[in-house]
């Protein structure tokens, strides 16, 4: 896709950091951008920011876990702009751990959030863009994490790895369909962001036992993870590179999307030596 203005763009997860940053830069290229998120206020906050800059845009509350939501958000795009050509199934959230000591609720929370908001972006909007028959793109939000396997943040790859894999395979169908509609996997490292305060749009029914959660918690490989990615976090890209990133890709036509190659590249290409080799995965982070 190399024509951006007047088309419409679906971000989930828009009301916070990357989502939002990949929305504003939407609208600097002169698109409708539709606005899905879970968390009310913050998703009103960034419309009418977004409202007062002149940009068009539509909000619609959306939990990206359920599948009728994600309808919902489809008609409304189609009520108010008509048509879609951008989707980003962008909305994530992670939970730390051991993967036997991840509760059934960490679980059920970051498979609904991660995988089955792609699902779901999947299911509903691309029998919509078969049907416009215009130039698409969709891109899926996985992760550098989605590439690799390293101790803790077990539900949180899972679900990346899911993610790739969904989209290397949707990728391959659509092209044998010879459809308009291109697709790619955005991989980013470290982004500065609120990601790890995923745990404030938590549904209440999938909240864990909080002396189970504290036993958790306290673990040594718990707090040590948790200092680690925190720093790195901390430490991370901006959401706006992220987002020049994701529009230099879809510009150029290209699949996978790493925000930070130098460093993830010779750490993928550990795991497959793993691979072809057929040894033990390799630690790709010693110090944990
Ligand atoms: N920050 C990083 O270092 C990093 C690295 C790799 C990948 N990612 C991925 O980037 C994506 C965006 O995360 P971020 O880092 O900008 O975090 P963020 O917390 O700043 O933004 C995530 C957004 O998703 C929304 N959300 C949560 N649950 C939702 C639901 N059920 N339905 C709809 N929206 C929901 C949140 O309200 C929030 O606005 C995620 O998929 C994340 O896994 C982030």
Request: glycine share 6%.
């Amino acid at each position: 896709m190399k024509e951006f203005k007047d088309r419409t763009a679906v971000i989930t997860g828009a009301a916070s950091g990357i989502g939002r940053a990949i929305a504003e830069q939407c609208a600097r290229e002169g698109m409708k951008v539709v606005l899905a998120d879970i968390e009310e206020e913050a998703l009103s906050q960034a419309e009418k920011e977004m409202k007062a800059a002149g940009a068009s845009v539509l909000a619609v509350v959306t939990d990206v876990s359920k599948a009728s939501d994600v309808e919902a958000l489809a008609q409304k795009t189609l009520a108010a702009f008509g048509a879609v050509h951008l989707l980003c199934n962008n909305a994530g959230v992670g939970v730390g751990g051991c993967v036997w000591e991840c509760t059934i609720e960490d679980w059920k929370w970051v498979l609904g959030v991660n995988l089955w908001g792609v699902i779901n972006g999947v299911r509903v909007f691309v029998p919509i863009m078969l049907e416009q028959d215009t130039e698409c793109h969709i891109v899926n939000t996985a992760s550098g994490l989605g590439l690799i396997s390293s101790p803790y943040l077990g539900i949180y790859k899972v679900t990346k790895h899911a993610i790739i894999t969904l989209s290397e395979t949707l990728y391959h169908e659509l092209a044998l369909r010879g459809t308009n509609i291109k697709v790619s996997v955005l991989c980013p490292t470290w982004v500065n962001t609120q990601l790890l305060e995923a745990d404030r749009n938590r549904p209440a029914k999938l909240q864990n036992d909080p002396d189970e959660e504290m036993k958790i918690k306290m673990s040594p490989e718990y707090q040590e993870a948790e200092t680690f990615v925190r720093e790195a976090v901390r430490a991370g890209i901006s959401c706006q590179q992220v987002a020049d990133c994701l529009f230099n890709a879809i510009r150029a036509g290209k699949f996978y999307i790493l925000t930070d190659p130098e460093f993830v590249k010779p750490i993928v290409q550990l795991r497959m030596e793993d691979i072809l080799q057929e040894r033990s995965p390799t630690n790709p982070v010693p110090t944990l």
